[in-house]
């Protein structure tokens, strides 16, 4: 599902678990970037919005070796 569809229908619970599955994906080897693609849909509730950096925060701190 791209991120698009995912923020407009979003739930903030259905976000976390989204951005905590993309972050498991995503982060082994390094490098990956969370993003919410190339812009925001209009339709996207701000308190979804919102949520994306401190859930970053919580789920894509990478621990040191």
Same mark, same amino acid.
């Given at each position: 599902?791209?991120?698009? =569809?995912?923020l407009? =229908?979003?739930?903030?619970?259905s976000l976390e678990a989204y951005v905590r599955d993309?972050?498991?994906?995503?982060m082994p080897g390094g490098g990956y970037i969370?993003?919410?693609a190339c812009s925001v849909a209009p339709g996207v509730k701000?308190?979804?919005l919102r949520q994306?950096?401190?859930?970053a925060e919580k789920?894509?701190?990478y621990t040191e070796a």
């Open positions: 599902m791209d991120s698009v =569809n995912v407009l =229908n979003a739930t903030p619970e993309m972050l498991a994906c995503g969370l993003s919410t701000p308190e979804i994306l950096v401190p859930l789920y894509g701190v």
